[in-house]
């Protein structure tokens, strides 16, 4: 029985590595690609964020808001579907049927004093950071749709078949400060990602 627990705490600790770590910042993104200039929160430095805070005018009451990138045009490469491998001399057939429920809607990443509340499957800014931004980046509303495909493959030798989200984005960020009497209440960076194509996408490699 100790053998048991021990084994099921090294498979829930593995899959917590696995799943907390992304190069992006999101475990739904592995991979952003910005089309021209363009950088995510995760790959700035603390100067940099530093020098927004410093191009933020104080105000009496309320958000002010410096933008690093608005809009940026970026592709991505999501999470995989499945991945299989055909290691053999001979061609390797299946069948695959996939059908699920997507729902695209607006990232959020936030820092410092920023938070960001969840209600049901969306997600805002705190103190209306939201509808200071609405103006500059737009709105976006959740959309959900069911996804059913079916798809016969087939993997020649020595190749690996992987299935998985890809599509387009736009990435906004930057820093904001709240004030109240034109004292700083609040403070943090930001980072909004929206989905404006999404796709699967077969990708073949050759494992030789």
Not at 106 to 129: E, Q, V, W, Y
Not at 173 to 182: E, F, I, K
Request: glycine share 6%; proline share 1%.
């Amino acid at each position: 029985m100790k053998k048991l627990i021990v084994v099921l705490l090294l498979i829930f600790l593995f899959n917590l590595n696995a799943n907390s770590y992304s190069k992006t910042g999101y475990k739904n993104f592995k991979e952003i690609t910005f089309y021209n200039d363009g950088k995510l929160l995760v790959e700035m430095s603390q100067s940099e964020i530093d020098k927004g805070f410093k191009k933020v005018k104080r105000k009496f009451w309320g958000w002010q808001t410096h933008y690093f990138y608005l809009n940026e045009e970026a592709s991505f490469i999501g999470e995989e579907i499945f991945s299989r491998s055909n290691r053999s001399s001979t061609p390797y057939e299946f069948d695959y049927h996939l059908k699920e429920m997507t729902l695209s809607e607006r990232t959020r990443k936030a820092t410092g004093s920023i938070s960001i509340k969840t209600k049901g499957k969306m997600s805002k800014f705190d103190l209306n950071l939201d509808g200071e931004l609405k103006g500059e980046i737009g709105s976006k509303d959740s959309t959900t749709v069911t996804e059913e495909t079916k798809i016969k493959m087939q993997i020649m030798p020595n190749t690996k078949l992987t299935l998985r989200v890809a599509g387009e984005v736009y990435v906004s960020n930057g820093v904001a400060c709240y004030y109240v009497l034109g004292i700083t209440f609040k403070k943090g960076a930001w980072e909004t990602i929206d989905i404006s194509t999404l796709y699967y996408e077969l990708v073949e490699e050759n494992l030789i």
